[in-house]
Nanobody
């Protein structure tokens, strides 16, 4: 079993910044992809950003140029730096880890709330 613990959420004004963290209970080398998703109020969960093997990153169009995903292998942690936040970024943010190998389940964290409001 894999444990992922998100932190760093909170209330921020429009235009502000937050950095989310996702700490894994062991080496990130086990995972092919680490990603962030979010679920806005009353909506389905949606993709935000991913960090794949070889350092390849991918972002949803809605966050490109504002959000940056990174990973610190020494700390077993993935980060999501969020700048120029907008009210529509309000959501519960989840971390996901996809292990290497076939037929492996994805692991999810418990989520952290981000609220962008004046």
């Amino acid at each position: 079993q894999v444990q992922l613990v998100e932190s760093g959420g909170g209330l921020v004004q429009p235009g502000g910044s937050l950095r989310l963290s996702c700490a894994a209970d062991g080496s990130l080398a086990r995972f092919y992809v680490m990603a962030w998703y979010r679920q806005p109020p009353g909506k389905q969960r949606e993709f935000v950003a991913a960090y794949g093997s070889g350092g390849i990153t991918n972002y949803a169009d809605s966050v490109k140029g504002r959000f940056t995903i990174s990973r610190d292998n020494a700390q077993n942690t993935v980060y999501l730096q969020m700048n120029s936040l907008k009210p529509e970024d309000t959501a519960v943010y989840y971390c996901k880890a996809r292990p290497w190998g076939p037929n492996k389940q994805d692991y999810w964290g418990q989520g952290t709330q981000v609220t962008v409001s004046s």
